[in-house]
């Protein structure tokens, strides 16, 4: 059974930086397409970056990319999510998931699995 446990997550001033990671158990997380994707009180679910088994080809989202980054870490059987410059609008929840591929690519929609998520508050 895969299992998906996020971390990393905290207070932080704006212009702030915070890696997230998503330990993975249960399968090889080299070979999975992993998924961040955040919820912030009241407001619709929103993907965030995603990283492909394909020579780990990266995705952002228009609001963290160029202060973003994702990769793997073997070492850790985690995926980690670097954020940059931190705005308040980052505040939300933060979770990752297993992702479906098409042709070895991520792809964003119909998660399969979820982990717990973890809170990220950004104060200005």
């Known amino acids: 059974e895969v299992q998906l446990v996020e971390s990393g997550g905290g207070l932080v001033q704006a212009g702030g930086s915070l890696r997230l990671s998503c330990t993975v158990s249960?399968?090889?997380?080299?070979?999975?397409?992993i998924g961040w994707f955040r919820q912030a009180p009241g407001k619709a679910r929103e993907g965030v970056s995603c990283?492909?088994?394909?020579?780990?080809?990266?995705y952002y989202a228009d609001s963290v990319k160029g202060r973003s980054s994702v990769n793997r870490s073997s070492s850790k059987h985690a995926v980690e999510l670097q954020l940059n410059s931190l705005k308040p609008e980052d505040t939300a929840v933060y979770y990752c998931?297993?992702?479906?591929?098409?042709?070895?690519?991520?792809?964003?929609?119909?998660?399969?699995?979820w982990g717990q998520g973890t809170q990220i508050t950004v104060s200005s």
């Open positions: 998931a297993v992702l479906p591929t098409v042709q070895q690519m991520c792809h964003m929609s119909n998660p399969l699995i």
């Open positions: 249960g399968f090889t997380s080299d070979e999975l397409a």
């Open positions: 990283i492909s088994p394909k020579e780990n080809q990266a």
